[in-house]
């Protein structure tokens, strides 16, 4: 039965139904990155103008010293990795031996016959140093999951979020590594295959040689025979092992170098009759088989394709500037990338405004948040406003330091995607705060406050930790009015149109927090066109801290303004 | 004592004097110790000398309870004298304030801003109120003014549409009485047609373009008519003020002065440019808007002033301090329930006997009040002692508008005070410790 069923006709069909998916599965994917477009609409390229712009960007690639440098990146930051050494030795290890692992093992073992056979003829899987190796590189895939999941249970929301697709990644590749590494240890202790291996290979002389054969593969390999009662003396096991070195050394190298299998067989020794009679090991065959089969039609949809997306953003973003990335192939990278992320969080660790969530709780100011929405507004699925607005919220905090994109471990350009989502997120009437808030007046949203707060018995205290400048009397209290401030700012002297002039200057705010009045100063154009650079603090002569207490106000005024204007906006647009 | 052009900044270092306080009179004493070539810090706000008109008086009125103006300020200063007044000019010689104010002024001329002085004499000019004042020194952009006043020439003076603190009207018709050929006009200025509001610094820097000039200059022409000199508010330039006037005067064809305005104006805010640009170069080590939090002394004498910035304390160690921190304004001297005190070295200060006493009844007085007149009591060097005349520190020396036994709102003597005082002082802990030692050394 296992015979016929080796290398059948079946196990066949299903290789080739898994390929094909896998392939109709990538050619689906790279298609998309051509149709799909994560930028605002009013200035989107035709889809044909995008292909032939990537083509043409990957022909200049080749092109002169650009290839050398082209060839730089795959060696380092493809093949080495060095983007993810940058941020991270554990995080590196992990990668690189599930990487080296895992392509050694489909190389070596998977393709045997169309590769380690045509590169050394004598190749037998049992035989060293390929069985030891077999096990090396399973050890390294286990090692790196195991990394990985500890990396996993350890750093959790924010920084990492692990979703099904990150478990179920996880869960096929150690299905894989495991049920081969079970398989080999019960081939081992199997008298079955024993049987099925000596029946072939070699035609006893005598019952003698038999047993002396069987005693020496029991002591050696740890093959389990069941109902066979032979005293074991040293002469049998010297005649096993002439007989051994005669049949089956040169197929079968000592079972020590199998370092995990062996010790499994070891410990599965004992039920290897049971497990013998229930072909567990014909089972675990089909489910390692099967499970390489699923991995490999499931691969372009899953997070192991990023083995393709990376090397590809990586190579494509550091091959072109990424200051300036508004092109007409800027399209299609952005959709890559968009697969290229596999969701690792290392964009999150080292984010500038991350700590803005632990104010205001909103995960969309984090960067890989982010980019799962530029992928959902990308594909339309994200309509409903009040989940706009946090989105918009979340992409507006975002200072574009660039601090993600040197980070990134797929080389994706970040900064582009937000620029870009941000865009589409103003066509979609989520604009920047300072849009919306300059629809009115400072004293519209003074009033605005005085109705919307009346009934309420006091503005509801800021949670968690914040200065309180505009609260504190002592702060402000020493300002004269001498002007200085007002003087000195640039954004006073940049307004010379008196529609857009700035109402309320820098020394009438002191003045307005003097009076209790900060209300009035919350919605001014000086406090939401301020540009921080502390010009005017800087030339206090009373040492005030302008500068801070505007940027207080600014924040303070978009918590309130957001609750009074945008939230509400959005019920009454919800009902 | 070498001075290195740039310090870094090192805490083991025992600076010669450290500087407290970055008024007119912390100023003056950075620029006197680096002309002696001591190695200076200072630190204090981001700079008082923003809140100067830039004039400097020596001293115009006293005393100040008669309202006695006096054209001649040395003669002022013999009278004070005479009376055996406690004033802080009782202890300086007049050759020591000539020799601070031609210090002072050269320091500034060298830098772009050149004063005139007046000599034996009090010069005369009209303040943005439309009020006559006395002073000693003005600067280049406002001499035409001076020359214009003491003939009472037909003048024009200059308005600007939303410039609140300024009005040509006001002051043409307060002073008509005395200077009757004085006219005033409004223009818009160029670049800021329907604004409401106008910024002093904003049309400073405008005018540092020649075509602004221009273009103003041809407001102006039609207004002219038998105006011998134009008077403009004091926003002619930052940097390059003496450019900026001679090329409006080839404009309009009569020279241009300036006319002082409120604190804080553009003449205080090209003074503290100069300081703050130019004493570094020098060598002092200016610590900007750093404020000394505590003092401690070690055994030796040595100072060690702690300074808080943003995210950290630094400690500075001198063998001297000069104490410049100016009165309520400058935070030198506070005020609580029971009464006034200096807050960094709990000097015990001159002041009314009770709060009862601070203030006379009517706001107004001509004698001031008697707070107006506490602070801090020295000795013939500049060193603040207790209310039994005991020294408080060896190597603390006092300057400026913190002194006691002085009015220099009302007596018009603040630059004066804070200049002279600040050079007695510099040359005070100078012969002490500075020279005593190279006589030390020498022997």
């Keep these: 039965m296992i ?573 | 004592m070498t001075l290195p052009k740039a310090h870094n900044y090192d805490p083991k270092r025992i600076f010669d004097l450290m500087i407290i306080g970055s008024g007119m009179a912390g100023m003056a004493a950075s620029l006197f110790a680096v002309n002696r070539n001591l190695s200076a810090v200072q630190a204090g706000s981001a700079g008082g000398t923003l809140f100067t008109s830039g004039l400097m008086d020596i001293l115009s009125v006293y005393p100040p309870a008669e309202r006695r103006v006096w054209d001649n300020p040395w003669a002022a200063l013999a009278e004070l004298r005479k009376n055996a007044s406690q004033h802080p000019y009782a202890r300086v010689s007049d050759d020591l304030i000539r020799r601070a104010f031609d210090a002072v002024t050269t320091f500034c001329g060298a830098a772009g801003i050149k004063f005139r002085l007046g000599g034996e004499r009090n010069l005369k000019v009209i303040t943005s109120m439309g009020t006559m004042k006395y002073t000693y020194g003005v600067p280049e952009s406002m001499w035409a003014c001076v020359e214009a006043l003491a003939d009472k020439r037909p003048c024009l003076v200059i308005g600007f549409q939303g410039l609140k603190e300024f009005s040509a009207r006001q002051v043409t018709s307060t002073i008509a009485d005395e200077w009757p050929s004085l006219r005033a006009c409004r223009v818009v200025f160029p670049g800021t047609e329907g604004r409401t509001e106008v910024y002093a610094v904003h049309l400073a820097q405008a005018l540092e373009l020649a075509s602004i000039r221009e273009s103003l200059a041809e407001r102006i022409r039609p207004h002219i008519a038998d105006a011998r000199a134009v008077g403009f508010p004091a926003v002619l330039g930052i940097k390059r003020t003496s450019v900026i006037t001679a090329h409006l005067e080839k404009l309009l064809g009569v020279p241009v002065f300036e006319i002082p305005m409120m604190p804080a104006s553009v003449p205080g805010f090209r003074l503290k440019e100069l300081f703050d640009s130019e004493l570094p170069k020098r060598g002092l080590l200016r610590l900007i808007d750093k404020r000394v939090d505590s003092v401690s002394r070690l055994e030796d004498g040595t100072f060690v002033l702690s300074i808080s910035g943003e995210d950290e304390v630094r400690t500075i160690r001198a063998r001297g301090v000069i104490l410049a921190t100016g009165r309520f304004m400058g935070k030198g001297i506070l005020s609580d329930r029971r009464g006034i005190f200096e807050p960094l070295f709990n000097i015990p200060l001159h002041q009314p006997n009770e709060r009862a006493l601070w203030h006379s009844e009517r706001f107004l007085d001509p004698r001031g009040h008697p707070l107006n007149s506490a602070g801090v009591e020295v000795d013939e060097f500049f060193r603040p002692v207790d209310n039994k005349k005991n020294l408080i520190h060896e190597n603390l020396f006092a300057a400026g508008t913190i002194l006691a036994h002085q009015d220099w709102m009302r007596m018009k003597c603040g630059t004066g005070i804070a200049i002279a005082t600040a050079y007695a002082a510099v040359e005070a802990f100078s012969e002490m410790f500075i020279r005593a030692e190279s006589k030390v050394v020498a022997q």
Excluded at chain 1, 180 to 202: D, H, N
């Design chain 1, 3 to 575: 015979d016929t069923l080796l290398g059948s006709s079946f196990l066949y069909a299903c290789l080739y139904i898994s390929l094909s998916i896998c392939c109709a599965g990538i050619l689906f994917k790279v298609g998309r990155w051509f149709i799909i477009d994560t930028g605002p609409v009013s200035v989107r390229v035709p889809r044909w103008k995008r292909v032939t712009a990537a083509i043409r960007s990957m022909l200049s690639a080749l092109a002169g010293r650009r290839a050398l440098h082209l060839f730089r990146l795959i060696l380092l930051e493809g093949l080495l990795q060095t983007r993810i050494l940058k941020t991270s030795a554990w995080r590196w290890m992990m990668h690189v031996s599930i990487f080296v692992g895992f392509t050694m093992l489909v190389l070596m073992h998977a393709l045997d016959e169309k590769t380690t056979k045509v590169l050394f003829p004598e190749y037998y899987s049992t035989l060293d140093p390929f069985q030891f190796l077999r096990n090396l590189f399973g050890a390294m895939v286990l090692f790196g999951v195991a990394i990985a999941v500890i990396r996993r249970i350890r750093f959790r929301k924010p920084i990492v979020v692990t979703r099904g697709s990150d478990r179920i990644a996880v869960a096929i590749v150690s299905v894989i590594i495991a049920t081969g590494f079970v398989l080999e240890a019960i081939k081992l202790t199997s008298e079955r295959v024993y049987k099925r291996m000596t029946e072939a290979f070699y035609s006893s002389a005598s019952p003698e040689d038999e047993n002396a054969l069987k005693a020496y593969w029991a002591k050696e390999y740890g093959t389990a025979f069941a109902s066979w009662k032979v005293t074991i003396t040293p002469e049998l096991l010297a005649r096993g092992k002439q007989i051994h070195e005669e049949t089956c050394a040169s197929c079968h190298s000592s079972a020590t170098s199998a370092f995990i299998s062996h010790p499994i067989a070891r410990a599965v020794r004992p039920f290897a009759a049971a497990l013998d009679r229930h072909g567990v090991e014909l089972w675990l065959y089909y489910l390692h088989v099967f499970a390489c089969f699923a991995a490999l039609a499931y691969f372009p949809f899953s997070k192991l394709f990023h083995i393709i997306t990376n090397p590809l953003s990586i190579v494509i973003n550091g091959m072109s500037d990424i200051k300036d990335a508004d092109t007409p192939a800027a399209a299609p990278r952005r959709a890559l990338e968009l697969d290229a992320c596999t969701s690792c969080g290392t964009c999150n660790r080292y984010c500038s405004v991350a700590p803005v969530y632990r104010m205001l709780g909103n995960m969309e100011i984090l960067p890989f948040q982010k980019l799962r929405n530029v992928k959902a507004l990308a594909a339309g699925k994200m309509n409903n406003p009040a989940k706009l607005q946090e989105v918009s919220e979340g992409a507006f905090i975002c200072t574009t330091c660039y601090r993600c994109t040197e980070v990134c471990p797929a080389g994706i350009n970040l900064q582009d995607q937000w620029f870009s989502s941000r865009a589409l997120l103003a066509e979609k009437g989520f604009p920047q705060p300072h849009v919306w808030i300059k629809e009115k007046s400072a004293s519209e949203w003074s009033d605005r406050i005085h109705y919307s707060e009346r009934d309420a018995h006091e503005a509801a205290p800021i949670k968690g930790r914040y200065y309180n400048l505009t609260d504190d009397s002592e702060i402000f209290a020493p300002c004269i009015q001498c002007q200085t401030c007002t003087n000195v700012c640039p954004v006073v002297a940049a307004r010379g149109d008196s529609r857009d002039a700035v109402d309320i200057s820098p020394q009438k705010i002191m003045n307005l927090l003097r009076l209790g009045l900060n209300d009035l100063a919350m919605g001014s154009r000086m406090v939401w066109d301020c540009l921080t650079c502390y010009q005017c603090q800087e030339h206090c002569p009373q040492g005030i801290r302008v500068t801070d207490i505007i940027y207080e106000l600014k924040n303070r005024a978009y918590l309130r303004f957001r609750e009074m204007d945008r939230w509400k906006k959005v019920d009454e647009d919800a009902t």
